[in-house]
T-cell receptor, first 111, second 113 residues
Framework: DQQVKQNSPSLSVQEGRISILNCDYT??????FLWYKKYPAEGPTFLIS?????DKNEDGRFTVFLNKSAKHLSLHIVPSQPGDSAVYFC??????????FGTGTRLKVLA | DAGVIQSPRHEVTEMGQEVTLRCKPI?????LFWYRQTMMRGLELLIY????????DSGMPEDRFSAKMPNASFSTLKIQPSEPRDSAVYFC???????????FGSGTQLSVL
């Protein structure tokens, strides 16, 4: 039973446009959410996070939105660049060491 | 800052053989995690160590899997005997503490034929 779901395995976006990656969760106890980015043959690297007390967190071109009532979070990348092409994982935790990861979304930014 | 170091990067072995994956966490990090990445399940937590002590091994799929952390700078994940369904990418990650963000190694691509 996947507690964190990324229903879109892949996404293609034109360079300069907005990329929106989505993530749904089922456990209402989750209170901290993260996005990781993974390039081929490398490990995932931390991108951005959000606490459940907020509904938005911004870092440069990356913004994460949290909708607690819908149990949904999204990552917006504006503007998208070819170097953003990677697999993006969302993860959630209920205040413990146990991060539950989604299956990932492969983003391709077309030049 | 060397990051989390894993070896080997690639491992190809035959069914029934023993496989040992190695990890050196970031110096000063007290928490160490082993994850497995598959297409169907994404990143699954196998085992978590805090201060070299295994805290949660509920994600270890079977008794064929075992993990050790003899000191703060080294951990191993062993599969004995290996099976084709164990083929996956295995990641080691470390963090400053249990609720801190994870730093991942580059992973070991394991193929069991």
């Amino acid at each position: 039973d996947q507690q964190v779901k990324q229903n879109s395995p892949s996404l293609s976006v034109q360079e300069g446009r907005i990329s929106i990656l989505n993530c749904d969760y089922t456990n209402s106890m989750f209170d901290y959410f993260l996005w990781y980015k993974k390039y081929p043959a490398e490990g995932p690297t931390f991108l951005i996070s959000i606490s459940s007390i907020k509904d938005k967190n911004e870092d440069g071109r990356f913004t994460v939105f949290l909708n607690k009532s819908a149990k949904h979070l999204s990552l917006h990348i504006v503007p998208s660049q070819p170097g953003d092409s990677a697999v993006y994982f969302c993860a959630a935790t209920a205040g413990t060491y146990k991060y539950i990861f989604g299956t990932g979304t492969r983003l391709k930014v077309l030049a | 800052d060397a990051g989390v170091i894993q070896s080997p990067r690639h491992e190809v072995t035959e069914m029934g053989q023993e496989v040992t994956l190695r990890c050196k966490p970031i110096s000063g990090h007290n928490s160490l995690f082993w994850y497995r990445q598959t297409m169907m399940r994404g990143l699954e937590l196998l085992i978590y160590f805090n201060n070299n002590v295994p805290i949660d091994d509920s994600g270890m799929p079977e008794d064929r899997f075992s993990a050790k952390m003899p000191n703060a700078s080294f951990s191993t994940l062993k599969i004995q005997p290996s099976e084709p369904r164990d083929s996956a990418v295995y990641f080691c990650a470390s963090s400053l503490g249990p609720n801190e963000k994870l730093f991942f190694g580059s992973g070991t691509q394991l193929s069991v034929l």
